[in-house]
């Protein structure tokens, strides 16, 4: 999983491409064709639709005042998380059962994979001067890999704190990846998921039940 970028927002979005791509290389490389995700609730009703959104084929801009913009997934109906715990400096948040905690990459984040799927919690410095969510979601756009398609959906909120919520994939990868960013008390802090697009149907619920159990410490 990878974090990069040329503004704070640069730091994150250009740090991102790069980190993630060498980290879901890896996994695709010791990958099986099994399915690599814990089953999460798939009612209709369950706020994975609403919280991840459903993707479609043109990017969107959510409208930054209009309420309905920002989803919260602190929904008792999710039934979150209950792997390992990954801590930064700031926040925490517990990854699937079953998956595995990964080699440290860089001092300010962690990770948990299983197969070719993979979580990344990012806790760094902000170097953007507090850039706004729609600064953040351009700079991400704009570096992402050669070749990915990516959209904005609808921010959420996780722990009172309003984050930008991008997807993409990259032609050619049986991946598609979501990265939550925000900026809070001068740091900038993201969840990336890398899962496998087969799974898009079941994907919303599985990061939603991750979403749930993020929770700010400083």
Known sequence: MTRQRRSAAGTRAVLLPALLLSLSAGLVACGDDDPEQEPGPTSSASPSTGATGQTTSEPTSPDPTDPSASDSV??????????????????????????????????????????????????????????????????????????????????VELDGQPFLHVRYTVKGEPLEHHTFTTIRNERNVGLDFVLLERDAATNPALIDSVLTTFRWTA
């Open 74 to 155: 602190a929904d008792p109906s999710v039934a979150p998380a209950t792997g390992i715990q990954l801590d930064e400096a700031s926040s925490t948040v517990t990854a699937p059962a079953g998956w595995k905690k990964q080699p440290e990459i860089l001092e300010y984040a962690s990770a948990a994979a299983k197969g070719q799927s993979s979580l990344q919690l990012v806790d760094s410095g902000d170097i953007s001067g507090g850039a706004s969510l729609d600064s953040l979601a351009e700079s991400t756009l704009d570096t992402l890999p050669p070749g990915a398609k990516g959209e904005r959906l609808p921010d």
